[in-house]
């Protein structure tokens, strides 16, 4: 019976019944449906004189329901027929969408032939066993190297990428689709511009990329209902592949705009806005989003999420609360960007819970000698950079200088380079043995009076 559960699970959530309902009023971006009895989350299907629209129940007003259209109110009439399709909302998945680019209901939008051979689950599943989840104990090689080295990704695991505009985090999340050792990737992009989606495609992505991907698409200029949508088909997609016994890979962009979908809808039907003018819906849903990757005893999902930094303040409601669900956090820097370092990860503000657990102890001794360099470093750069750092003072601090464009060169990479899990690991296990070396020669230098730092 577990090779049918998700079949029989989509089932108990349909109603065999039609129900329909009319169209009273239209209030802002919201309708209200008259006669309709159907649960929050189902979807509907207005239809008016230019077409059937394609909506979602999303709360109630006394005796009348709230229906958010995937689609404009413009040309919607009092009385329009409203018919339920299903109580729950389900989406279409199946090994076919590979390679393909779709909208939030799961339809094509590259161009090419309709996904024919689909099958479907439910978009809200229920939460997984705690027990069933499997402990995170291997490593999944990201192909870039500074993650791979200093922020070690297990197999199952949840980081947030936090960004301003124009760091880098798509370049990032393109890199890692492209280059990743896991089986699929399932890329989310929610509420972009519209022009980025092809630069997506094309430049970050690219054609390897995409052949083993699946990329959910909702522009900024769609209707909230879809937006939220398209994040919750992603997961839906990543645990289809994960339930065949893979390991996925899952990259939302961004759960920032996600957010701000959740809080119109929100505010839409009378929540009260709380927090900088989130409602308390979107903090609900975060938690229940981002707990859908993971590991279980079959497959894995491994989830990337970016945070759009507005102002490049790490403290805003939604940084807070996604810091607080994930299992690590990558900082791009805005000042890294500017010295045209590439990615602009700052290693020493970012961290991955489960990096150590995950890591061999070599590799581990080796990761932690290089953040005690970069912070004694970090410590004196304004010193350095204005020329009053007295050499010899500090040992550490003048191993720092003197190592700093080493450990630099490993953290740095080209977009198009590709490098293993494990050429990071032995580039770092060299870089670890020089720094023995070096600080040998600095000592001798020292003791004979030349100048500690060249």
Request: hydrophobic share 45%; charged share 20%.
């Amino acid at each position: 019976m577990a090779l049918f559960a998700p079949a029989m699970s989509t089932i108990e959530r349909i109603t065999p019944v039609e129900q329909t309902g009319c169209v009273s009023e239209v209030r802002g971006l919201t309708l209200l449906v008259s006669d309709l009895s159907m649960p929050i989350g189902a979807t509907v299907e207005v239809l008016t004189a230019d077409g059937p629209r394609m909506g979602e129940v999303v709360g109630f007003d006394h005796e009348q329901t709230i229906v958010m259209l995937m689609a404009f109110t413009s040309g919607v009439r009092r009385g329009d027929r409203v018919v339920g399709l299903h109580a729950a909302g389900v989406a279409p998945v199946g090994h076919e969408y590979l390679g393909r680019v779709v909208d939030a209901m799961g339809r094509a939008i590259d161009g090419g032939a309709p996904v024919r051979d689909t099958m479907a689950r439910p978009i809200q599943p229920d939460p997984i066993d705690p027990l069933r989840r499997v402990p995170i104990d291997t490593p999944l090689g990201t192909g870039v190297r500074a993650m791979d080295t200093m922020l070690t990704v297990g197999r199952g695991q949840r980081l947030g990428i936090f960004a301003g505009p124009g760091v880098g985090k798509s370049t990032l999340l393109g890199q890692i689709a492209k280059h990743t050792d896991a089986d699929v990737s399932i890329v989310a992009l929610v509420g972009e511009r519209g022009r980025e989606v092809n630069d997506f495609l094309h430049h970050a992505l690219g054609d390897e990329g995409l052949r083993r991907s699946v990329v959910v698409v909702a522009t900024g200029d769609e209707p909230a209902p879809l937006r939220v949508r398209a994040a919750q088909y992603a997961l839906t997609l990543a645990e289809f592949f994960r339930d065949e016994g893979l390991d996925v890979v899952l990259f939302m962009d961004s759960v920032t705009r996600f957010c701000q979908a959740q809080r119109q809808i929100g505010l839409a039907v009378g929540e009260p806005p709380a927090t900088k003018g989130y409602t308390p819906s979107v903090f609900a849903m975060l938690p229940t989003l981002m707990e859908r990757c993971g590991r279980t005893g079959v497959g894995s999902i491994t989830g990337f999420f970016t945070i759009l930094v507005e102002g490049d303040d790490m403290t805003e409601p939604v940084s807070d609360a996604v810091r607080g669900i994930l299992d690590g956090h990558v900082v791009l820097a805005r000042e890294l960007a500017n010295r045209a370092h590439w990615p602009a990860i700052d290693v020493l503000h970012s961290v991955s819970r489960l990096s150590r657990a995950i890591s061999e102890k070599a590799h581990v001794a080796a990761r932690d000698q290089l953040m005690q360099l970069l912070a004694a470093y970090d410590e004196i750069e304004d010193l350095v950079n204005i020329g009053a750092y007295a050499a010899g003072a500090n040992p550490t601090q003048d191993l720092a200088i003197a190592l700093k464009p080493m450990i630099d060169d490993l953290l740095k990479q080209d977009a198009d380079e590709h490098v293993t899990f494990e050429r990071s690991r032995s580039q770092l296990m060299e870089l670890a043995l020089s720094v023995g070396t070096k600080a040998e020669e600095l000592a001798r230098a020292a003791k004979n009076g030349a100048p500690a730092v060249r």
